[in-house]
């Protein structure tokens, strides 16, 4: 009796909160939640926290003992797993087992099995009210409540040190407040909630970004792979997208070699290089970059093998990296050099400097040992498109010279920007079959093209 009264008041509760529905799975079938905030936050822009104050009645189980080691193994997946709550308390009455009420509606939908493995274990199933609090919610029951239903929740960030980046369409847009303050109070570790905006630096590739929620501080540290890296997020290239690919090259460079990083950033390949002993060249034209490039060469206790330039890329292959390497080569050094070009939209530009970049001789000496170009692009293409053979022609039909099996040293999908547009890099080796005659090949045919 007692437990078809507690039913029957359940029922009433689920359906005066059935407005505000939540949809998820159990056993691979789509439900609606009977776990939601109340109806009366959807459409909320200024967050009231008391606001998300709601009692519900859940399920519940008194146990005989208060031995519960055996018995959870059979109640674990019907408990009631909620922020900041525990599903097993201990009364002065005995212990209570709160159960999820979208698992458990009736006594019967604990399997017959567990039924019986649970007899003479507990004294009896009822159902208690519980007051949850906005403490209790989770970020996406918390957003799902307030936004207009057919509006989609924003569930994906990038942590960056302190700070969540948050990539919020339109429709978000009038309650970016919220949503920014929803994030701070929701995520771990984080104290600054940013909005990134449609709007890139096409010079030094950072994006504008509005800052939604906490402190007004966009200046941060992070680590990746072991290295500390501080720099502004609002006036510097970050993209925590690229560890991966980081560590990637890092790996690839041995003792010896030397990196040349054209567009180094705040040093996410040239640092990590540089620890592992690496002769490393980092270069970048936006004086914030560079300014936090040395700092985190310091932080990093980097020594003689780490310089920073603050040049234009040309200027910089033209000048710094060609007059070491003819030293290198002068003095017979061992070791691959390593030409790192990693501005996708425009690197490959850079290549033009190639015809003109050494003499003849000079060119000749220089591809006696491994020079290495690792240049990145954007690809535009379809899913079914090879995006690497793309990458390769791109790179081609800039030099005016056809890469050779053994020209390409490796050619990887880095990471998809965005649909139908893929980041690649092409690595490939100076060759001096790309001399012909008395002058480079690839000069020869940039005449020729230019005349066309
Ligand atoms: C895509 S970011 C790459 C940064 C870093 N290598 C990384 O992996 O995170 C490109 C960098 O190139 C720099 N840059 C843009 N134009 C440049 C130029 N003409 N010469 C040198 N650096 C440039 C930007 O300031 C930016 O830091």
Redesign the pocket.
Known sequence: MILYMAVGRFISAVRHSSCLTYQYRFYGTTMTSLLVPPVSVRGMTCLDRDAFTTVVNVPTLKLCSSVVSTIMQVLKKYLLKICNFKPIQKTNEGIIIYLNPNIVTKFEDITENDRKLLMDQYEHFDFMSITMKYDNWRRDEILKSILPEDIQVPTAYTLVGHIAQLNLRDVHLPYKTIIGQIFLDKTPNVRTVVNKMNTIDT????FAMEILAGEKNTITITKEHGCTYEFDFAT????SR?ST??TRMTTFMMQDDVLY??????????IPAARKKIQVFA????P??YKWLQKNAAANKLKNNFKAFN??????LRNIVKDDILSRRAQNLPGSEHI?M?????AIE?LDILPDWFTHEEFKKVCLKPLIFHV?CFVKANKTDNVCKLGRLLVEQKLGYILSTDAIVNIQDIRDVAPNKEMVRVSFLLKESMLKDKEPAMKKLKIEMNNM
């Open positions: 010079k030094f590739r950072y510097v290239y970050w993209n690229l690919e980081h990083d054209v567009f180094a950033g705040v040093g996410p390949f040239a270069n970048d034209l936006n914030e970059s040049m234009d890329g040309r200027d910089f790192i990693n501005l996708p939209a425009s850079f990145y």
